[in-house]
């Protein structure tokens, strides 16, 4: 992956839309932590009125579908979480995880479970440096796992850190699996159903190829295409759900959920805009259990 040395990369986006959303009516999603880890160009915008409203209405009509996808798979994967860890799971890996701050929201999970930050060593530094300035310590149940999942499979990495691999966890890829070639997805997804233990599970959030895409959503999708590629992250694969759902099969997991995000947003009642969420959704979303004997 490249990720040359700019000011704004697809994780500070991320997280500064966590940031706006987070100041709406009835967020879906609530991070406080994500005005400091975006990065000082959206940093200083939001803490400028004008500049902040802007970028709210970005946030909320243009780029809807995206924002929409940021906060509603991260609210999706931490409420799978949080049965998965009612069920006796006590690992969590979050693969790719760019400016989440989980390490800083959730102390009270951290009680319960170890969590695990795999991600590009080029975002890990970031992160870290954010971090230190805003002077957030990374809790010791929290462990950060540098490495480029392009090259070394994400249990790999995970083999020489406090991960447990007999025992079940709880894993999620968020924003991440369209920057990985279709290959590194695969590798990633079988090594994890290979060395984990049965029972764990993944959800991965993944952009949507354009035949199954509404009208609307083909040209939003061409754009952000585009604007990814423009900043050096080219977004590398897309999926049909079937196609996801197939190639998980095949990699080691079985099914639990798996569909458009927009579906969530139906489900959840919050409409972000007048645009049924339907015709606009170009990601989708699933949760995948690794089969086997105590699965
Ligand atoms: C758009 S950000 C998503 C971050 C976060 N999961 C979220 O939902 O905000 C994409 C993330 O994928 C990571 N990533 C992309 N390609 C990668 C690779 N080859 N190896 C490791 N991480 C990668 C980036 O470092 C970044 O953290």
Redesign the pocket.
């Known amino acids: 992956?490249s990720?040359p040395g700019r000011n704004i990369?697809?994780?500070d986006?991320?997280?500064a839309f966590?940031a706006v959303h987070t100041s709406a009516e009835k967020p879906v999603f609530v991070d406080p932590f994500a005005r400091v880890l975006c990065g000082w160009p959206f940093r200083l915008a939001l803490a400028c009125p004008p500049l902040e409203h802007a970028l709210n209405r970005l946030a909320h009509e243009a780029l809807a579908p995206i924002t929409m996808s940021?906060v509603l798979?991260?609210r999706y994967a931490e409420t799978a979480l949080e049965r998965a860890v009612a069920s006796g799971v006590g690992q969590y890996v979050?693969?790719?995880?760019?400016?989440?701050s989980f390490a800083f929201r959730r102390p009270e999970m951290l009680q319960r479970i170890e969590a695990f930050e795999?991600?590009?060593p080029?975002?890990?530094r970031k992160k870290l440096l954010r971090s230190r300035k805003a002077r957030l310590t990374i809790p010791q149940q929290h462990h950060l796992i540098a490495?480029?999942?392009?090259r070394t499979p994400v249990t790999e990495a995970l083999a020489g850190s406090p991960f447990a691999m007999s025992r079940r966890a709880f894993l999620?890829l968020?924003?991440?699996a369209h920057?990985?070639p279709r290959e590194?997805l695969v590798a990633t997804a079988r090594s994890i159903a290979r060395d984990l233990a049965p029972g764990t599970r993944l959800v991965v959030e993944y952009l949507l190829d354009e035949a199954s895409c509404g009208q609307g959503g083909i040209a939003l999708r061409a754009k952000m295409l585009e604007f990814v590629q423009s900043r050096g992250?080219p977004m590398r694969a897309s999926y049909a759900i079937d196609e996801m759902s197939a190639l998980m099969v095949s990699a080691g997991f079985e099914v639990m959920e798996n569909l458009r995000t927009g579906q969530l947003e139906s489900a959840w009642r919050v409409p972000f805009s007048s645009t049924p969420p339907e015709t606009l959704s170009i990601f989708a979303v699933g949760q995948f259990r690794v089969g086997g004997p105590s699965a």
Do not use: N
């Open positions: 992956m990720l990369s697809t994780a986006l991320a997280a966590r940021i798979r991260a979050i693969i790719g995880a760019g400016m989440d795999v991600d590009h080029v975002t890990q490495a480029d999942l392009t999620s968020l924003g991440v920057y990985l590194a992250e």
